[in-house]
């Protein structure tokens, strides 16, 4: 089997074809499920690798490229969806279709292109099979729950006995690797509530029951719940995002109803639960204080992402050997974003891998961060993902 070096070598020999196809894949952005034009380009890119199987809710792409011996399978996952976002990069290949590839996706794609490539061009030397997941709707649309209800990880004819994924970031030094065994990115999930009233005349509240009131007095008692009820070192995070009441030509009319919405995150089941018992019960009895009805809504959430413990000792080890002692970043805490590459890992054990992708100009802790108009990655660092991924697949079959 190749040696880390000679590995990120051969890598680097893909690198302007990688670069190319992450550029194409960058101008072509694609929202949510339905990503045909992504998934064109992908197949294009790895015809002939392996055995090819499309999703049928969504389209996904997975690969099996089987390998000489008999052995187990790995999992690689990349996804494929953009943000509606409105790219403000000035980047010669910038997307002008409204949507964007903010959060480096289209690397992570021209990443595991670049693994599949490398080991196909090895798979005589596997000691089992490799499956590459092409994965749209992570951005909220739950995209790996359905590959998974599709029976995506079955393809081989077993289930894969390791995971992993990786995830570039502008907030890391570029060819950083980052990561941390237990929780590493919180469950994301949204909450929805709405106060029913009777409208009525600004002068004269007393005849009306205004929502106004108290949709922002349920807002302050949320903040103080969490304070006062949750575990500081245990977080739970509640942000509102918008309110709605009324309209904004006129303010002396009281509004039937108000309505707020916040998204929600947490690093543990146990406070998943929690919350969704304790919030409804407050909204519902600050409402019945005001002689109100109030409707309270969760969304479905990611869950919270789990790194397998021995999984996250593979990648320590074979960070170290492809950027050295120095390149390996250990995590402290874990972030607040969310990622369903959790549902993979609640199947598979596993790990999800943090890259640094900040192109060296700009300082990274004061860069745009991943989903902003503004984010730019450095595609350099493809070689390194793609030899990532290989790595932590070989460490399993070699």
Same mark, same amino acid.
């Given at each position: 089997?190749?040696?880390? /070096?000679?590995?990120? %070598?051969?890598?680097?020999?893909?690198?302007?074809?990688?670069?190319?196809?992450?550029?194409?894949?960058?101008?072509?952005? &694609?929202?949510?499920?339905?990503?045909?034009?992504?998934?064109? =380009?992908?197949?294009?890119?790895?015809?002939?690798?392996? &055995?090819?199987?499309?999703? /049928?809710?969504?389209?996904?792409?997975?690969?099996?490229?089987?390998?000489?011996?008999? $052995?187990?399978?790995?999992?690689?996952?990349?996804?494929?969806?953009?943000?509606?976002?409105?790219?403000?990069?000035?980047?010669?290949? !910038?997307?002008?279709?409204?949507?964007?590839? %903010?959060?480096?996706?289209?690397?992570?794609?021209?990443?595991?292109?670049?693994?599949?490539?490398?080991?196909?061009?090895?798979?005589?030397?596997?000691?089992?099979?490799?499956?590459?997941?092409?994965?749209?709707?992570? &951005?909220?649309?739950? $995209? !790996?729950?359905?590959?998974?209800?599709?029976?995506?990880?079955?393809? +081989?004819?077993?289930?894969?006995?390791?995971?992993?994924?990786?995830?570039?970031?502008?907030?890391?030094?570029?060819?950083?690797? !980052?990561? /941390?065994?237990?929780?590493?990115?919180?469950?994301?999930?949204?909450?929805?509530?709405?106060?029913?009233?009777?409208?009525?005349?600004?002068s004269m509240p007393w005849?009306?029951?205004?929502?106004?009131?108290?949709?922002?007095?349920?807002?302050? %008692?949320?903040?103080?719940?969490?304070?006062?009820?949750?575990?500081?070192?245990?977080?739970?995070?509640?942000? #509102? $995002?918008?309110?709605?009441?009324g309209d904004d030509a006129?303010?002396?009319?009281?509004?039937?109803?108000?309505?707020?919405?916040?998204?929600?995150?947490?690093?543990?089941?146990?406070?998943?639960?929690?919350?969704?018992?304790?919030?409804?019960?407050?909204?519902?009895?600050?409402?019945?204080?005001?002689?109100?009805? %109030? *409707?309270?809504?969760?969304? =479905?959430?990611?869950?919270?992402?789990?790194?397998?413990?021995?999984? #996250?000792? =593979?990648?320590?080890?074979?960070? /170290?050997?492809?950027?050295? *002692?120095?390149?390996?970043?250990?995590?402290?805490?874990?972030?607040?974003?969310?990622?369903?590459?959790?549902?993979?890992?609640?199947?598979?054990?596993?790990?999800?891998?943090?890259?640094?992708?900040?192109?060296? &100009?700009?300082?990274?802790? +004061?860069?745009? +961060?991943?989903?902003?108009?503004?984010?730019?990655?450095?595609?350099?660092?493809?070689?390194?993902?793609?030899a990532l991924l290989v790595?932590? !697949?070989?460490?399993?079959?070699?």
């Amino acid at each position: 089997m190749l040696d880390s /070096k000679a590995l990120l %070598a051969e890598a680097a020999g893909w690198a302007q074809t990688l670069i190319g196809i992450r550029r194409e894949l960058h101008q072509i952005p &694609e929202f949510a499920l339905d990503l045909p034009k992504t998934q064109a =380009r992908i197949l294009a890119a790895i015809e002939g690798l392996g &055995e090819i199987t499309l999703g /049928k809710d969504l389209t996904s792409i997975a690969l099996v490229i089987r390998g000489g011996k008999p $052995g187990p399978t790995v999992l690689l996952r990349a996804d494929m969806d953009a943000l509606k976002v409105e790219e403000e990069t000035g980047l010669e290949y !910038a997307s002008t279709n409204g949507f964007m590839h %903010a959060c480096g996706h289209d690397l992570h794609m021209a990443g595991a292109i670049g693994a599949a490539q490398i080991l196909a061009s090895h798979k005589d030397e596997l000691n089992g099979d490799v499956l590459i997941w092409f994965q749209p709707g992570e &951005e909220g649309h739950h $995209g !790996a729950d359905v590959m998974i209800e599709e029976g995506m990880l079955e393809l +081989t004819g077993s289930r894969p006995v390791a995971a992993y994924g990786l995830h570039v970031f502008t907030s890391l030094p570029l060819g950083a690797i !980052a990561c /941390k065994p237990g929780p590493l990115m919180a469950s994301a999930g949204d909450l929805h509530v709405t106060f029913h009233g009777s409208g009525g005349h600004g002068s004269m509240p007393w005849l009306s029951k205004d929502p106004v009131t108290p949709m922002v007095e349920a807002i302050t %008692a949320l903040q103080n719940l969490i304070n006062k009820s949750f575990d500081q070192f245990d977080p739970v995070i509640l942000n #509102v $995002g918008w309110i709605r009441a009324g309209d904004d030509a006129t303010t002396n009319v009281i509004a039937d109803s108000a309505s707020f919405g916040a998204t929600v995150r947490t690093f543990s089941e146990v406070n998943t639960k929690k919350l969704h018992e304790l919030a409804p019960k407050l909204i519902h009895s600050i409402a019945d204080g005001f002689g109100l009805s %109030a *409707e309270v809504e969760f969304g =479905r959430a990611t869950k919270v992402l789990m790194n397998d413990p021995a999984s #996250v000792e =593979r990648v320590e080890r074979v960070a /170290k050997s492809l950027v050295g *002692e120095a390149g390996y970043v250990p995590m402290q805490n874990p972030i607040a974003g969310g990622e369903d590459f959790a549902s993979i890992v609640a199947e598979v054990p596993g790990a999800f891998v943090f890259v640094g992708a900040c192109p060296p &100009e700009i300082d990274y802790q +004061t860069a745009p +961060t991943n989903h902003s108009a503004k984010a730019t990655f450095d595609d350099s660092v493809l070689p390194l993902c793609s030899a990532l991924l290989v790595s932590l !697949a070989m460490e399993h079959l070699g």
